[in-house]
């Protein structure tokens, strides 16, 4: 089962409470995805997603520069001289087209790379090499789409670690949690936003899956072929990430069965 949403608010608003609303009720009815079909008998997993997604951000307000009055002129002095020239936007030209060059070449390396442990079942004693895995596959992703990797943050990784643990401890499986927590206040509660007054965009995808759809391509595999999580990985503000793997499932929703289940978080600070 996989569930995404994208939130980017400091505050809660009507439009925000309403869509948050709207998340929980398609949480409730999730169906089964038809391309697992196929998959070993007695392997499950499902997608849904939030029925919206939010872009709501806080912004600081900046002040408008001021103004300085032109002085006049004679008609001699209209020629640009030596002392009235610019040449800053020479070197600022240079910088971007360094600055595009440099993003070329780590696209060209991540697509070079070769993703390792894909195909490993999540147990306690390989979540590292998994977490290594799905980010590898999120990020070979982006870079097909043209976009920059995303770079692992030890507080979004333990937003999505703590929340992946309590969605197997407490049983359930939603982006809000039964006390009413979200994740921009999981994610707050690490440090990540720093400031009231910062600005940011945060992404989230959920999954769980059992048997063999509980390896790192299954479930990157599941998360691409949807939309609404596909959305979340190519998203070009994002910078951050933080991958938790807990290696169970659930329990009302596959009783006895081997599975894990994965939280992705996603996040950049707008400054």
């Given amino acids: 089962m996989l569930c995404a949403t994208v939130l980017g608010a400091a505050s809660a608003t009507p439009a925000a409470a309403s869509q948050s609303a709207a998340a929980s009720r398609v949480h409730a009815g999730c169906a089964r995805n038809a391309a697992h079909a196929t998959k070993r008998k007695g392997a499950s997993a499902r997608l849904c997603r939030s029925a919206s997604r939010s872009r709501v951000r806080h912004t600081t307000k900046r002040r408008a520069p001021k103004l300085r009055p032109l002085k006049k002129r004679s008609a001699r002095s209209h020629a640009a001289t030596p002392a009235e020239s610019t040449p800053e936007s020479e070197p600022a030209t240079a910088v971007a087209q360094s600055a595009t060059q440099r993003n070329a070449a780590t696209i060209a390396a991540v697509l070079a790379s070769t993703c390792q442990n894909t195909e490993l079942t999540p147990e306690a004693a390989n979540i590292g090499l998994v977490r290594a895995a799905v980010l590898c596959l999120i990020n070979r992703k982006r870079a097909e789409a043209g976009e920059s990797p995303l770079v692992t943050d030890a507080q979004l990784e333990q937003a999505a670690e703590e929340h992946g643990q309590e969605l197997v ?102 400054h």
């Fill in 169 to 270: 401890a407490d049983d359930y499986f939603a982006h809000v949690s039964p006390s009413g927590e979200t994740p921009v206040d999981r994610i707050r509660g690490t440090g990540y936003i720093p400031n009231p007054g910062d600005g940011y965009v945060i992404g989230e995808n959920l999954a769980w899956g059992t048997y063999q759809l509980s390896t790192p391509q299954a479930i990157v595999s599941a998360w691409i072929a949807s939309p609404g999580h596909l959305a979340n990985i190519l998203e070009a503000q994002y910078r951050d990430t933080g991958i938790g793997i807990t290696p169970a499932v659930p329990p009302s929703l596959a009783p006895g069965a081997p599975g894990a289940t994965y939280a992705q978080e996603f996040g950049v600070i707008v």
